[in-house]
T-cell receptor
Framework: DAKTTQPPSMDCAEGRAANLPCNHSTISGNEYVYWYRQIHSQGPQYIIHGLKNNETNEMASLIITEDRKSSTLILPHATLRDTAVYYCIETGDGLTFGKGTHLIIQP | EAQVTQNPRYLITVTGKKLTVTCSQNMNHEYMSWYRQDPGLGLRQIYYSMNVEVTDKGDVPEGYKVSRKEKRNFPLILESPSPNQTSLYFC??????????????FGDGTRLSIL
């Protein structure tokens, strides 16, 4: 079973920042937090990952709390093409995807 | 272009007729994996392989077989498909062992319908 908890759905206005939360309260010290997204039924697309520090790349930013029990994925300027299901997962013994958050970008 | 290639992309077949879904990656990745995705259940891991000749069960291995004779290929075999194996299947690969700091790369998916 997935070890992370995410809200099932979220809305965001186009052009605004989308902030997607994830709880991973059982994460261990050497496990990374990864974010992927899936558009329609395409293969999941890697977005970003981190261990302790906040991370930023061309797609998004990842904010990890100091206790590492939760994180937030930030899409700084959401567009309609960002509408997708976003998955937060931990690495570890397996790579289990939960149900993710369905992010809907509203025009 | 670095990619994971699955074939076929779509298949409709009948119960009991053996089928194989191929997966090939051109990134020299050690780790490969198969997932199935069903409505409301997310992606669930079927089998994975940490290297050539090394395979292991994931969360839902029943009714499936895999082999890893070469590094680049990781076929998924359904010896006697049943309707409950109707699903969307994804193959993925990544470099290094499962707990290395590397993301997975996914194929475009194979939609199987077992009648």
């Amino acid at each position: 079973d997935a070890k992370t908890t995410q809200p099932p759905s979220m809305d965001c206005a186009e052009g605004r920042a989308a902030n997607l939360p994830c709880n991973h309260s059982t994460i261990s010290g050497n496990e990374y937090v990864y974010w992927y997204r899936q558009i329609h039924s395409q293969g999941p697309q890697y977005i970003i990952h981190g261990l302790k520090n906040n991370e930023t790349n061309e797609m998004a930013s990842l904010i990890i709390t100091e206790d590492r029990k939760s994180s937030t994925l930030i899409l700084p300027h959401a567009t309609l093409r960002d509408t997708a299901v976003y998955y937060c997962i931990e690495t570890g013994d397996g790579l289990t995807f939960g149900k993710g958050t369905h992010l809907i970008i509203q025009p | 272009e670095a990619q994971v290639t699955q074939n076929p992309r779509y298949l409709i077949t009948v119960t009991g007729k053996k089928l194989t879904v191929t997966c090939s990656q051109n990134m020299n990745h050690e780790y490969m994996s198969w997932y199935r995705q069903d409505p409301g259940l997310g992606l669930r891991q079927i089998y994975y392989s940490m290297n050539v000749e090394v395979t292991d069960k994931g969360d839902v291995p029943e009714g499936y077989k895999v082999s890893r004779k070469e590094k680049r290929n990781f076929p998924l075999i359904l010896e006697s498909p049943s309707p409950n194996q109707t699903s969307l299947y994804f193959c993925a690969s990544k470099p290094g062992p499962v707990d290395s700091n590397q993301p997975q790369h996914f194929g475009d998916g194979t939609r199987l319908s077992i009648l």
